[in-house]
């Protein structure tokens, strides 16, 4: 089973800052990472998809960038609403299908 | 747009069986994608549970599959999932999803709590 290893665990920032965030493999996914976003109370949410596309209707601010064992998901100006819990999920070895134990990116 | 919406108890004993139902809406069953099932414990991480495509194939997680059972019926656009033999441990939210590649479009997640 393929581990993902997410850090930082919580990530303090300011609306506007740069918030990245990093999402590391046991071994080699190739590309066939994605990042999903979830809100308290609400189910996640689809971000980025094979490492470095964006879902359908996911602002520009998000991007994803990363191949083998390193990814990160980049958001360049945070908004109110950025404010949650991010989760990275590999598919290249499954089942099963794993996801990392999730970063919350909270307001300083 | 098609919706997926999970069903079921929301209280079992433990020993008991879970089971979980998620209606498709606003598309078919039968479309090019797998339908997964995903859980959450209270304050936690989340965890795959498995998927089923139209056929009837399905993938599980190795650490669940001696109790678990996906199953579709396409007569009612829906599919389901059975875990036996449930614990404590077993107390999550369960989300239905479908695949599409990947989960990109979820249900809004049903809490199931084991508990006598």
């Known amino acids: 089973e393929i581990v993902l290893t997410q850090s930082p665990a919580t990530l303090s920032l300011s609306p506007g800052e740069r918030a990245t965030l990093s999402c590391r493999a046991s071994?080699?996914?190739?590309?066939?990472l994605a990042w999903y976003q979830q809100k308290p109370g609400q189910a996640p949410r689809l971000l980025i998809y094979?490492?470095?596309n964006r879902a359908t209707g996911i602002p520009a601010r998000f991007s994803g960038s990363g191949s083998g064992t390193d990814f990160t998901l980049t958001i360049s100006s945070l908004e109110p609403e950025d404010f949650a819990v991010y989760y990275c999920?590999?598919?290249?070895?499954?089942?099963?299908?794993?996801f990392g134990q999730g970063t919350r990116l909270e307001i300083k | 747009q098609v919706q997926l919406q999970e069903s079921g108890p929301g209280l079992v004993k433990p020993s008991g069986t879970l089971s979980l139902t998620c209606a498709v809406s606003?598309?078919?069953?039968?479309?090019?994608?797998?339908w997964s099932w995903v859980r959450q414990p209270p304050g936690k991480g989340l965890e795959w549970i498995g998927e089923i495509y139209h056929s009837g194939s399905t993938n599980y997680n190795p650490s669940l599959k001696s109790r678990v059972t996906i199953s579709v019926d396409k007569s009612k656009n829906q599919f389901s999932l059975k875990l036996s033999s449930v614990t404590a441990a077993d107390t999550a939210v369960y989300y239905c999803a479908r695949v599409s590649g990947w989960s990109d479009l979820w249900g809004r997640g049903t809490l199931v709590t084991v508990s006598s």
């Open positions: 999920q590999q598919r290249s070895n499954w089942p099963p299908t794993t």
């Open positions: 606003g598309g078919s069953i039968s479309s090019s994608n797998w």
């Open positions: 094979d490492a470095s």
């Open positions: 071994q080699s996914v190739s590309s066939y």
